[in-house]
């Protein structure tokens, strides 16, 4: 490994030096396996955290505080079984632009499967910043162990919100009464009139 990088740091080196067509090769050569060597540490890394019974989860995509510290706090009072922390951290101006959207999506989405081939039985899901990336990953990852996601509080910190499991995804029956009901609502119409909403899905009065 060591070598590989003194390696590459040679190779970036000679970019002042050499011009041209063969200069944009060799440093096109150098991204690429400090690209590969990057990915295999990061693999071995999950490999590893993918041995423990069960981990936390910390991700964060933008937003102005950094979480990790609130989430250490609440695992030395609430869950000192948890001796390792995995933090995904995805910073920028541009993480609402599709081609960042795709790059942080194929993160997470390598993330689950490689903890995904352990025997954890619970992961610990902390979550802040952009909800609409790490919100699909308690769903993943529910299919293999329970996840535990948790909500951040003004008053509390952070507090369990939900707990989902493989039985309760692949479940058909309901626990609890409907907080709301879905409703159907027309957009309007190229002869400028509005549609008349529908009744809310399900039929019957709504209750008050």
């Known amino acids: 490994m ?9 190779i970036s080196d000679s970019w002042g030096v050499v011009t041209g067509p063969l200069g944009a090769l060799v440093a096109l050569l150098a ?3 400090q690209g590969w060597l990057q990915r295999r540490a990061r693999l071995r890394q999950l490999t ?3 041995s423990e019974e069960a981990i936390a989860l910390c991700v964060r995509i933008g937003g102005q505080s950094d979480p990790l510290p609130d989430v250490e706090h609440y695992l030395r009072r609430k869950q000192p079984n948890i001796r390792k922390i995995l933090v995904y951290q995805a910073q920028g101006d541009r ?8 790059r942080i999506i194929e993160d997470l989405r390598e993330v689950i499967k490689e903890i995904g081939k352990g025997q954890l039985t619970e992961v610990h ?3 802040s910043g952009m909800i609409v990336y790490p919100i699909v990953l308690g769903a ?3 299919n293999w162990c329970p996840v535990v996601v948790y909500h951040m509080r003004a008053s509390e910190g952070y507090v369990p919100l939900y707990r989902l499991t493989r039985e309760w995804l ?3 029956k309901r626990t609890t009464c409907a907080l709301a ?4 609502v027309q957009l309007i119409t190229s002869a400028g009139k509005e549609e008349v909403s529908s009744p809310p899905m399900g039929g019957g009065q709504e209750q008050r």
Do not use: Y
């Open 170 to 172: 692949q479940g058909n």
């Open 95 to 102: 993480l609402d632009e599709s081609t960042t959207a795709g």
């Open 2 to 10: 060591e070598v590989l990088r003194e390696w590459i740091s040679i």
């Open 181 to 184: 009901k879905m409703k159907e």
């Open 48 to 50: 590893r955290i993918a």
């Open 125 to 127: 899901l902390f979550v």
């Open 31 to 33: 991204v690429k396996v």
């Open 140 to 142: 993943l990852m529910g």
